[in-house]
Nanobody, 128 residues
Framework: EVRVVESGGGLVRPGGSLRLSCTTS????????IGWFRQAPGKEREGISC????????YYVDSVKGRFTISSDNAKNTWFLQMNYLKPEDTAVYYC?????????????????????WGQGTQVTVPS
């Protein structure tokens, strides 16, 4: 059974920082992707960042590029989303999701294809 657990959300002032963590267990294939998604009130869930284990390539949606950084501690099966310069529009429930494959995954931003396992979500609130 694959498990995905996020942590690290909270309330932060505009311009502040938070680091989200995502720990997985049960992934059995060597090639996998980790994606961070968020869903703001009244909006659809969007993929904002991802990383592929095949080659370490990362992806960021334009709205977070330059402010958010995805990284990993492979030894601990833990991934991080460092969020800096947070804005009120970053307020959302943030989800970590994982997917795995028997072949290298070249484009982790194919949001609708790879992500089979989801965490419970963690709230990030940046008041205006």
């Amino acid at each position: 059974e694959v498990r995905v657990v996020e942590s690290g959300g909270g309330l932060v002032r505009p311009g502040g920082s938070l680091r989200l963590s995502c720990t997985t267990s049960g992934l059995i294939f060597g090639d996998h992707v980790i994606g961070w998604f968020r869903q703001a009130p009244g909006k659809e869930r969007e993929g904002i960042s991802c990383i592929s284990s095949s080659d370490g390539k990362t992806y960021y949606v334009d709205s977070v590029k330059g402010r958010f950084t995805i990284s990993s501690d492979n030894a601990k099966n833990t991934w991080f989303l460092q969020m800096n310069y947070l804005k009120p529009e970053d307020t959302a429930v943030y989800y970590c999701a994982a997917g795995e494959s028997t072949t290298p995954i070249e484009d982790c931003s194919r949001w609708g294809i790879f992500y089979d396992y989801w965490g419970q979500g963690t709230q990030v609130t940046v008041p205006s």
